[in-house]
């Protein structure tokens, strides 16, 4: 029975990765808390590698956040996430872990990439000022798994999510992502009876998504692919593997889908006097789509799943 450490399991991607392991017989699943297990401490790291003997490390732990967050706190963005990244990669080797899977983001790529980005965009050209320690560690990460790889033969992959929404997903009136906010505005809308909802933007900017359940399948795809086959599909130092869906829409299909899904029957209008950000962000799904894997839920079905999922549990974040 293998014995797999999921870092991050309490996140939004740990979570999905979790609960779709757990359906697995061969496996025991290690999981450790941020009170448990501090990833940033080296010693600790070191000493709970030498004392559990893993076989697998899944590394989505990282400290996240929006644009705000990242402009507010760029020290701690670049360095928690480097020692994260640094301790967990480097111990797991000195303790004989020979698979791992790192979790990147589609960050890593520059501003002005061209649409939709391929793998080779890495290191092309300037980041996104906002993210950019953010966008550098999650680099190092790659960078990290190549070099044990090239340095040491072992077996350490790297994934890049495109925009990813679903179950334990962040719901803050003012700090989420694009999807839980809108899911958040439509349902309080509906119960005031409101007559207009106002979205930022002019709705024409497009965006990719990604349900957290189709990236956990894409992710423990990944891990589970023949090395042959993996090396063959990717380059030494060319070797993450971008997880999407390949398609886009427009801000206001997402609007108008979020609507439809919530049940709010009033106007929606759009303020285009407010940032639109970049015109379009999508990921190129060939190197995946290629090696067999394939998204299963549409935007809609994603969209039901996730505001099931905060119907749920809105009690627990209602004052957030």
Known sequence: MKKIFIAGHRGMVGSAIVRQLEQSNDVKLVLRSRSELDLTNQQAVADFFNTEQIDEVYLAAAKVGGIVANNTYP?????????????????????????????????????????????????????????????????????????????????????????????????????????????????????????????????????????????????IYVMNLNKAVYDKNTEPMLSHINVGTGVDCTIRELVETVAKVTGFKGRIAFDATKPDGAPRKLMNADRLKSLGWQYSLSLEEGLKDAYDWFLANQASFREA
Not at 102 to 130: D, N
């Open 75 to 219: 020290a701690d963005f670049i360095f928690q996430n480097l020692m994260m990244e640094c301790n967990v990669i480097h111990s797991a080797f000195k303790a004989g872990v020979k698979k791992l899977l790192f979790l990147g983001s589609s960050c890593i790529y520059p501003k002005l990439a061209e649409q939709p980005m391929r793998e080779t965009a890495l290191l092309t050209g300037t980041l996104e000022e906002t993210n950019e320690p953010y966008a550098v560690a999650k680099i190092a990460g790659i960078k990290l798994c190549e070099s044990y790889n090239r340095q040491y033969g072992v077996d350490y992959r790297s994934v890049m999510p495109t925009n990813l929404y679903g179950p334990h997903d962040n719901f803050h009136p003012e700090n989420s992502h694009v999807i839980p906010a809108l899911l958040r505005r439509f349902h309080e809308a509906k119960l005031s009876d409101a007559e207009e909802v106002v979205a930022w933007g002019s709705g024409k900017p497009m965006r990719e998504f990604l349900h957290v359940s189709d990236m956990a399948a894409a992710t």
